[in-house]
C-alpha cells in the first residue's frame, strides 16, 4: 500500500515544478549550514491532510492555493525524515 502525502501546490493539476525542492528549483538557500541544506534538498511533505489546509490557511494560501497529494510505493526508495518534533508533523522526502 502507497505511504500518502500532501503539499501545497500552485498549479491544478500539479506540475513538476509544484513537487520540487527548493535545491532542485535551484533557489538560493539563506543559511549554509550543513543541516539547514539537507532539509533544503528535501521535499517538504505533510502526512495529514489537516496539517497542509491548516498551513495553507496560515499562509493565506501564498504557497499554494491547491493540495497535491503524492503516492508513494512502498518499493520506492525514498529516505522521510521529521523537520520538527511533531510525529504527524511537515516531513522532508528525498
Request: charged share 25%; hydrophobic share 40%; net charge positive.
Amino acid at each position: 500500500m502507497p505511504r500518502v502525502f500532501y503539499r501545497l501546490a500552485k498549479n491544478n493539476p500539479p506540475t513538476t515544478q509544484d513537487v520540487l525542492s527548493q535545491a532542485a528549483l535551484r533557489k538560493p538557500p539563506p543559511r549554509m549550514d550543513a543541516d539547514f541544506l539537507r532539509k533544503w534538498e528535501g521535499l517538504s511533505v505533510f502526512d495529514s491532510l489537516a496539517d497542509v489546509q491548516r498551513l495553507g490557511q496560515q499562509r493565506r494560501w501564498r504557497i499554494g492555493e491547491y493540495i497535491a497529494t503524492l503516492l508513494i510505493s512502498d518499493d520506492a526508495p525514498y529516505l522521510l525524515r521529521c523537520v520538527t518534533d511533531v510525529i504527524h508533523g511537515p516531513s522532508s522526502v528525498r
